[in-house]
């Protein structure tokens, strides 16, 4: 797809490099610039920049049968045998 390409390196300690859209990402999403792009105000804002992940229960999905039954399957020892 081309949507994310090799930006430049930082000029901060370890030099990260840093990641740039391409053409072909602001296209696909009907964006005239890399400045169309929501800034971290308006993703703080909508919750999509939150520093924990949300617990199954608070969001009110699932139920305790199905983290029961991801519990039972953990133990596997079929999948590690020679």
Request: proline share 6%; charged share 30%; hydrophobic share 30%.
């Amino acid at each position: 797809m081309d949507w994310i390409k090799f930006g430049r390196r930082k000029m901060t300690p370890g030099r990260p490099v840093t990641f740039v859209v391409t053409q072909h990402f602001l296209d696909h999403f009907g964006l005239e610039s890399a400045k169309d792009l929501p800034g971290l105000k308006e993703l703080k804002s909508a919750g999509l920049l939150e520093s924990t992940i949300p617990n199954v229960k608070e969001t009110g999905e699932g139920t305790d049968n199905e983290e029961q039954d991801l519990s039972e399957n953990l133990d596997q020892p079929e999948l590690f045998e020679e």
